[in-house]
């Protein structure tokens, strides 16, 4: 009779025993697993920070900038650039021919060489101009234009920028009479290649003689080339 009573105790203290390291190895098994989920959270939430933090491209006005230019300073500096341009005076695709309406004219005797007349053209204009050929010279009375002296053609056109001056020579007369008995003239006026519109000159003389032998040069930016 006290065998069966000894048994029972040791088998219900072996089935105590069993659920208790079950219990145990579920519950280590149970945060293991809650360990992993956590770790694996953590990088998802600070590559959402990063993405947040880091500025996309600034857009435009008009929406988004332009992929090549992310910092949208390509237009800024093509809009000055263009402004630049469009205010220098300078630039070759802005030029314009000379002509009566921006341009100023003086004729002047000089003392070498004798016979000689000096014509001093200045750019009025607020642009480039350029002096192709040479003047058309028509004097008080005179019935037709003098020709140009060829070997005076310079190698390239002349331009004048704002305010700047280009120059002919005018020969008056032969000097030794060979010209013919000639006229006085008391005004001149000068023409552009191009155009009928005349330009009254400044003459700096009272009078000047003129005869057959009247000749006048290219024009030049040199008014030694002009004398020459």
Same mark, same amino acid.
């Given at each position: 009779m006290r065998t069966p009573s000894l048994r029972r105790p040791r088998t219900r203290l072996f089935a105590a025993t069993t659920l208790a390291l079950a219990a145990l190895s579920l519950t280590a098994c149970n945060s293991g697993a809650s360990g992993i989920r956590d770790a694996g959270a953590a990088p998802a939430r600070d590559a959402s920070s990063t993405t947040d933090a880091t500025p996309g491209p600034a857009a435009g006005p008009g929406g988004p900038a332009d992929a090549k230019d992310p910092a949208g300073k390509g237009s800024? $500096?093509?809009? &000055?650039?263009?402004?630049?341009?469009?205010?220098?005076? =300078?630039v070759a695709d802005r030029r314009v021919p000379c002509t009566a309406a921006n $341009?100023?004219? &003086?004729?002047a005797?000089?003392?070498?060489?004798?016979? =000689?007349?000096?014509?001093?053209?200045t750019n009025t204009g607020s642009t480039l101009c350029d002096l192709p050929g040479y003047p058309i010279v028509r004097f008080e009375h005179a019935q037709s234009v003098p020709p140009v002296i060829e070997d005076t053609k310079p190698q390239a056109v002349v331009s004048l920028r704002p305010g700047a001056q280009g120059y002919a020579g005018v020969v008056l007369s032969a000097g030794d009479g060979s010209g013919g008995a000639g006229y006085s003239a008391r005004s001149l006026q000068i023409g552009f290649p191009g155009t009928d519109a005349m330009?009254?000159?400044?003459?700096?003389?009272?009078a000047v003689h003129v005869d057959d032998a009247l000749r006048?040069?290219?024009?030049?930016s040199d008014p030694a080339d002009a004398l020459d």
């Open positions: 800024a $500096t093509t809009a &000055t650039e263009k402004r630049g341009t469009a205010a220098d005076p =300078h $341009t100023r004219i &003086t004729a005797p000089v003392q070498r060489p004798l016979d =000689h007349l000096l014509l001093t053209v330009a009254d000159a400044v003459l700096r003389a009272r006048v040069t290219y024009w030049q």
